[in-house]
């Protein structure tokens, strides 16, 4: 497929079904209608299917149950209905089936607004749902990184049979980029017989249970003893992008579309001399931290810029860990955070 | 030539355990009905059963298929989504009362009206079990619960719900019926019923409900005995059994 200009949720959509996506369970919520409505129309016609359920709580179910055959499943949906599905995310982690969610952010809390934000940083990155589970947490900042980490995104998810959360924010879903959209092969994952529902015959008469009850608390502590090894194990997935870093003594940390706005501020600083660079997470869980600190321990200042009023900047601070003095600036409710109000804060600082 | 009948253990009986449940729960008679269907209907490797949460949480303990555990209410929903990945499996959901009727009622409905070719087993024993015997949707008015503890009152609790007369409302489904384990000849048509549901999604027919009313002696106050009279006596007037939906 040659470049073609494509709206961000409709790229991720395509994207998922180049990677082998043929079932898609979700609900309506702006500012994310346009992935479902294009998996209604293109999944039946490729002997897949769209189930608009009753609301998030069952989408994420429907998920859930997709996901424990072993197939390649997805559900996208925006802040307020990914806490709806929090209950199920957690239930897909503890019971540790593959599913890639995509979180197309708005502002909070509650109901909030429709416009942009990052604010479900904390709910992606530190669970909405109950106990002690991870997300693989993806931030894309172009739309071709979206496509990319949609596709890459599913064989994560069965790679490591959890849940991979996508965030995004409106900005994202709405903007219009040129992208190429390739069909995507799956690497090395774990064939379905070897652990997911469905496969009885296959395996010779033997079945497979997918839960997350324990109701002896050694085994329970057991279980969760192996999903920490299997985040541990997480920590090689690790991706960021360290921009203009080298010499930088201010180095800024943002994420997603705010990183975007970051780079226009850091260009017109380093036209002027400025020496700032930025590094930018692409993955949220696991966190860059030992990059992060390796680089702030040769800056004077830190300055974390988010679409929120200050989430990922707790994870910068444990990982700078007092190398460099750290500070946010953010804004809230879909205001996204001007160029020239990050370079003003970058000459504020020196 | 005489018919030799042989009292076994069902093949899709898990071997060498004993269910948890109480002495006279109607869960181990559905548990063994569905086994015993299993093996007639020679589908071991090709079912996929949901676990609620409720007393059966543990049944994949005892039947002997592919299982995935659901969140409370919504087993409905997971089904889809097996059955949606894998339509050549046989999947089944199993929901007591308080998962079904109360936390689960959107995804039951839901369900139902997309007429999923799926097998539900609702067991309503009018009350909650494995919590301690709370309230349910369906217990009966008068009925004495932890969460009722004067008996339940209509003006403030509402009147206990008909799940099969409320579902037999939708187009869609195709298969509706109420079924009892309180008497062996219950049990028979009990197990007409259950084997014809899950016959009706080897044919790639549209969605089934069996409705079993079960006997809970231990959170009713009762011994076995009483129980299984008490659902004749006062389950069954509420909640006629019979046939509310047949492809019709």
């Known amino acids: ?350 | 030539m005489k018919e030799i009948k042989i009292y076994e253990r069902p093949k899709a009986w898990a071997k060498g355990v004993h269910t948890h449940y109480c002495p006279g729960c109607g869960h181990g008679i559905t548990h063994r009905l569905i086994c015993e269907i299993i093996d007639e209907l020679g589908i071991q490797n090709d079912t996929i059963g949901t676990a609620p949460v409720g007393c059966a949480a543990l049944m994949y303990d005892y039947i002997d298929v592919d299982f995935c555990e659901a969140a409370h209410g919504r087993a409905p929903a997971l089904a889809t989504g097996i059955k949606r990945t894998r339509p050549d499996k046989i999947v089944f959901t199993y929901q007591g009362d308080g998962d079904l009727a109360s936390i689960g009622t959107a995804e039951i409905i839901h369900v139902a009206n997309r007429g999923e070719k799926l097998t539900t087993i609702f067991i309503n024993n009018a009350i909650y079990g494995m919590t301690g015997g709370q309230m349910a949707p369906t217990t009966l008015i008068g009925q004495k619960a932890t969460t009722c503890p004067f008996g339940r009152d209509p003006q403030l609790a509402g009147y206990p719900m008909r799940m099969c007369e409320l579902l037999a409302t939708l187009e869609t489904p195709g298969f509706i019926t109420r079924v009892s384990v309180a008497r062996p000849k219950y049990i028979i048509e009990a197990k007409k019923a259950i084997k014809q549901a899950f016959q009706n999604q080897i044919e790639g027919k549209g969605y089934s409900f069996v409705e079993v009313l079960s006997n809970c002696p231990t959170n009713w106050g009762m011994t076995p005995v009483q129980a299984f009279e008490w659902t004749e006596s006062t389950m069954i007037p509420h909640y006629p059994l019979g046939v509310f939906k047949n492809f019709e």
Not at chain 1, 21 to 34: A, D, H, L
Not at chain 1, 286 to 306: I, W
Request: aromatic share 6%; charged share 20%.
């Open chain 1, 1 to 350: 497929m040659a470049r073609v200009l494509m709206k961000g949720t409709e790229a991720i959509a395509e994207a998922a079904i180049q990677a082998g996506c043929n079932y898609f369970f979700g609900y309506p919520i702006t500012p994310q209608n346009e992935i479902p409505e294009y998996m209604s129309a293109k999944l039946p016609k490729i002997g897949g299917a769209y189930v608009q359920a009753e609301s998030e709580v069952a989408a994420i179910n429907m998920v859930m149950g997709g996901g424990s055959t072993g197939t390649k499943i997805m559900t996208t949906s925006s802040s307020p209905g990914i806490s709806l599905m929090s209950e199920g995310i957690s239930y897909i982690a503890g019971c540790e089936i593959p599913a890639v969610i995509v979180n197309v952010m708005r502002g909070g809390p509650g109901l909030g607004g429709i416009l942009p934000s990052q604010a479900d940083y904390f709910q992606a990155t530190k669970g909405g749902g109950n106990g002690d589970y991870r997300l693989l947490v993806l931030a894309p900042s172009t739309l071709q990184e979206a496509v990319e980490i949609t596709q890459m995104a599913f064989d994560l998810a069965l790679k490591y049979r959890n849940p991979v959360m996508i965030l995004a924010d409106g900005f994202m879903g709405q903007m219009m980029e040129a992208v190429e959209i390739r069909e995507h092969v799956s690497g090395e994952i774990p064939p379905r017989e070897s652990w997911a529902l469905g496969c009885m015959g296959e395996r010779g008469g033997k079945r497979s249970i997918l839960k997350s009850l324990y109701l002896n608390p050694e085994d329970l502590e057991q279980h969760n003893i192996k999903l920490q090894k299997k985040y541990r194990e997480m920590e090689k997935e690790v991706r960021f992008e360290a921009y203009l870093c080298e010499d930088a003594e201010i180095l800024l940390s943002a994420f997603g579309t705010t990183a975007r706005i970051a780079r226009s501020a850091i260009n017109n600083l380093r036209n002027e001399g400025i020496k700032v660079g930025m590094l930018r997470p692409i993955t949220l869980f696991p966190f860059p931290s030992r990059k992060l600190a390796e680089l702030a321990s040769g800056t004077k200042h830190v300055l974390v810029v988010e679409m929120n009023m200050g989430q990922m900047v707790e994870d910068v601070e444990a990982a700078v860990c007092g190398k460099a003095k750290v500070s946010f600036f953010g804004h809230a409710g879909g205001i996204a955070p001007s160029v020239r109000e990050i370079e003003d804060r970058i000459r504020a600082i020196l």
